[in-house]
């Protein structure tokens, strides 16, 4: 009788293990560590703005890294700025209109010049849109992109 209520006790806590884990809530990956000092710099000065997405490369070629913000504003609105890292000192770009869903960011050095372009892709409703971005005198530059419009 010791034995089998033993083994029911075992299985009892057993399955307790196995659905715990299984309804674990994940929390969805931004796209940088919830430690990184610039995505704690630009939460400290917009606590009322949710971060969406984040990438984190060095845009400017000053050997530091800043991090790209896709933010919300409100219901129905996401902006993106960047954080630029002066050698320690974090410096604000302007903001511009990112997409509402399916947010990516992706950096490449597409005129083999000293800046690295942005490329951010996403949707609204089932358009999809992107623009390729870059930094000039703390100023978001739209390049160039299609249909951003649309999912902005």
Known sequence: MTKKIILNIVFIIMTLMILGGCSEIKESDIGVKEDNPLLNYFEQLNPDNKVIKCAYEDIDNNNTKDLVVIYNVSRNKNKMKIVIDKDGKYEFTDEVDAPRENQTI???????????????????????????????????????????????
């Open 106 to 152: 992706k950096f490449k050095n597409i005129d083999d010049k000293d800046q690295i372009e942005i490329i951010v892709s996403g949707s609204k409703n089932g358009a999809v849109g992107y623009a390729i971005f870059r930094v000039v005198d703390m100023k978001i530059i739209n390049l160039f992109g299609q249909d951003m419009e649309d999912c902005c």
